[in-house]
């Protein structure tokens, strides 16, 4: 396949389900990952919705392909994109496909692209429906390629001080706030693909974020770059900027902070009821038979949880404090008909001691908050 930023990529428009306004973003964003090809767009012509679609497709050279509603209320566009589709597939005269649309008509469509070795780009609303977007190799929201344009200079007029000059209106674009399970998904991106010393190349990261999230998208949480969205996360991640001798530009490396502020004694984390009755805590001692730690786990810095503790833990994925000598955030796998998997990552396991064969104690402190020592 061509390197990308030669790509070949055939961009598909379903004139039902996507705004005319956002053509000219939608057309600079796939830019970003290759040359657009073929452009078709699909949609009756005959019908007064897709009016306001005319003179974009001047402007930026799009095909538009004609198809009759042969029944009312039925979207006959979408079989005329996906024969178009794998058409061109079978031509193979381009490298990706970018399919814009909201419609989860499409899913089976980019599934068997990406089953052809092919590139597939979806662009559509928010409301588009999980199974497309996991579909995709990349999903973009049209919501956030609204750039504001910067104001013109004024020309130096006389305006009558009786009236207001008009202000066009601008489009807000809805960001999402960085909630858990994204902050989840960076760190676990950031520990699958770090050296021995914990730091990851941004590059890598990003590509393995985008393989499990494909709507992954700094601009969602309203960042251009997703570098700076790790900038922000102080608390969470190191940033190394690093430059080469044969080249000026910066790479990024990211490390998560996971050891904390040393305890001088887990007093901290425990509640006054129970400060005075160890009995009270919820303990349990693993492995418990018919498991045992393997050199697996040991290669891997974790250990497994097998029913008869599960209880004690909690039922998802999230992640967990533990207290060694040091205060460590892990990441805790819920798994319903499986042994459950806490990562306790390099650092942990090194603190732990943690080997083949041994048996370690688990003191839960309190909500996701545990203590171990060996048992």
Known sequence: MAQQKDLKIAILIDADNVSSKKIEEIINEVNRYGIP?????????????????KGSLLTHAITPIQQYSYTQGKNSTDSALIIDAMDILHSDRVDGFCIVSSDSDFTRLAT???????LVIGIGERKTPKPFIASC???????ILEKVAPAKKAEKKVVPTNTTPKVAPVEEVSINPLDDDTLLLLKDAVDDTADESGWAF????????????????????????????FKTRKED????????????????YIRNIINKTPLQTPAPSVPKSAKSAKEKFETAVVPTAGNKITADDVKKNQIRLTKDVKALFPNKTKKIKIIIRNEYECRFTYQRDRSHVLNLGKEAAAELELA?????????????VYKIEKA
């Open 37 to 53: 090809t073929i452009k078709r767009i699909y949609g009756d012509w005959t019908r007064p919705y897709v009016e306001n679609w």
């Open 112 to 118: 068997r692209l990406r089953e052809s070795g092919k």
């Open 137 to 143: 190799d990349k999903f973009i929201y049209v919501e």
């Open 202 to 229: 941004l590059g890598e990261i990003g590509s393995l974020i985008i393989k499990r999230k494909p709507d992954f998208d700094a601009r969602n949480y309203g960042f251009e770059k997703i570098s700076h969205l």
């Open 237 to 252: 991640f190191e940033i190394d900027e690093r430059t080469t001798e044969k080249s000026k530009i910066k790479l990024y």
């Open 356 to 368: 083949e064969g041994v048996s370690v104690r688990f003191t839960k402190l309190q909500d996701a």
